[in-house]
Nanobody
Framework: QVQLVESVGGLVQAGGSLRLSCAASGIILSINRMGWYRQAAGKQRELVATITSGASRNYAESVKGRFTISGDNAKNTVYLQMNSLKPEDTAVYYC??????????????WGQGTLVTVSS
């Protein structure tokens, strides 16, 4: 069973920084893509950033220039460095991975979510 384990979020003041990590464990043949999504109270889940195994990155417009996604393929881990945080970044952040468990079994896996709160 593949699992994604996220680091603990936290409370940070506006303008501050926070780094999230997410490690995939279990039987994994290869990971095609990992990323972060977030869901604020009363809103739908939205993309924050993704990174492919080839290090191609994609960011939501709202976080470009402030957030940086990076990955460690050897550790099956993805990181999200969040700088210049704003109160509107407050949300539950979810790690996501698209991976092959076997040659013929592709799965989308989600982490349990971690709360990031940015105070003004």
């Amino acid at each position: 069973q593949v699992q994604l384990v996220e680091s603990v979020g936290g409370l940070v003041q506006a303008g501050g920084s926070l780094r999230l990590s997410c490690a995939a464990s279990g039987i994994i043949l290869s990971i095609n893509r990992m990323g972060w999504y977030r869901q604020a109270a009363g809103k739908q889940r939205e993309l924050v950033a993704t990174i492919t195994s080839g290090a191609s990155r994609n960011y939501a417009e709202s976080v470009k220039g402030r957030f940086t996604i990076s990955g460690d393929n050897a550790k099956n881990t993805v990181y999200l460095q969040m700088n210049s945080l704003k109160p509107e970044d407050t949300a539950v952040y979810y790690c996501n991975a698209g991976l092959l468990e076997t040659l013929f079994r592709y799965r989308e896996v989600w982490g349990q979510g971690t709360l990031v709160t940015v105070s003004s």
